[in-house]
């Protein structure tokens, strides 16, 4: 069990290593969990960078890793009003005047704690945003803390994210992740051995500039697969965005996603709590190795959507308050 400095691929990055797991952490780039490997299983969960993908990570980390994007998704014309205010965002999807997935995903944070015990590794990361340090504040003008905290046992990764306002204000709370999760994840295997099931109910009716109408569609047969055997997601394009409804595994509700090796018999987890109230489903064309199922704590452009917080996942949080969330991955035999 072991905690170590390292330098990858160039950058500086944080080893956490048990006797069963490995996970690398880069704090300069948004704090992301690039790689998670089960030495035992010989199972590598996330899509990793290459040595000569560095560059396209610094520019990209949202396909690399646990990326966090605050706020999640696209956000229609790069603004909306809340609490009086207005705030304005550059756009960053012309095509379709939108603006995504936020910049804390490339932000620098300090690895603020690390502890060592017999049973658990955990290293805590922060990012502040205020005046001076602007990158975020320019655009959402909040002075505030996100803390990342990774714990490794020889069973899990858990992944909590916190944010705490230090703004005079309430502020608009909206996150997520775009973890891409490789396919095939372990060696001697095809991309056709594997399907993901998800916990989803609904799926929103998009526009042709990838923005909810309002409205909501029932799966059709295919999504339905996401309930029961599970859905294939290589072969064609995938781009689908759908509420939470838990699904039910060994007689017990469970909110995440589930890559199955049908071949192996062998399952990744990724869990998360009942703050994620949302999902995109995203496979980059459908020929990539990896496939993206992005937990939302808001449904895309949750702030411009005519409806209640409760069904968009709008959060505000009050001056001095706190919020925070928790996903985790671990594997299990089917």
């Not at 505030?144 to 705490?164: G, P, Y």
């Not at 295997?189 to 929103?204: A, F, M, P, Q, T």
């Not at 029932?218 to 939470?244: F, S």
């Not at 994620?276 to 489903?281: E, P, Q, R, S, V």
Request: aromatic share 10%; glycine share 6%; with cysteine.
């Amino acid at each position: 069990m072991k905690i170590e400095k390292i330098s990858w691929h160039g950058l500086d990055a944080v080893l956490l290593d048990t006797n069963v797991y490995e996970a690398i952490l880069i704090p300069s780039v948004g704090a992301n969990v690039v790689k998670l490997y089960n030495k035992v299983l010989k199972v590598d969960i996330l899509r990793t960078p290459e040595a000569d993908e560095i560059d396209t990570f610094i520019a990209r980390p949202q396909i690399f890793g646990v990326p966090l994007l605050f706020p999640p998704n696209r956000i229609e014309d790069g603004t909306y009003n809340f609490g009086g205010r207005k705030y304005e965002y550059p756009i960053t999807i012309p095509a379709q005047n939108n603006y995504h997935h936020g910049i804390i995903k490339s932000q620098a944070f300090t690895v603020t704690k690390t502890r060592i015990s017999s049973d658990a590794l955990e290293v805590e990361a922060a990012f502040y945003s205020n005046k001076i340090n602007d990158a975020i504040f320019v655009d959402f003008p909040h002075e505030f803390v996100c803390k990342i905290r990774i714990i490794l046992t020889d069973n899990e990764l858990t992944h909590i994210v916190s944010f705490t306002n230090f703004s005079n204000t309430t502020m608009p709370l909206g996150l997520g992740y775009h973890t891409p999760i490789r396919l095939p994840f372990m060696p001697k295997s095809e991309k056709s051995d594997y399907k993901l099931k998800l916990s989803v109910g609904k799926r929103w009716e998009l526009s042709d500039r990838s923005l909810p109408t309002g409205k909501f569609v029932d799966l059709n047969d295919e999504e339905l697969l996401l309930r029961t055997e599970g859905m294939t997601v290589t072969g064609k394009a995938i781009e689908i965005a759908l509420t939470d409804e838990a699904l039910f595994e060994n007689g017990k509700p469970y909110h995440g996603a589930i890559l199955s090796n049908k071949k192996n018999k062998l399952s990744v987890f990724y869990e998360v709590d009942k703050n994620f109230k949302h999902w995109t489903l995203w496979n980059n064309g459908g020929e990539v190795d990896w496939v993206c199922p992005e937990p939302q704590t808001w449904a895309i452009n949750a702030p411009n959507l005519k409806l209640p917080n409760e069904i968009t996942g709008m959060q505000v949080l009050k001056a001095g308050a706190s919020w925070s969330g928790t996903t985790r991955f671990y594997i299990k035999k089917m």
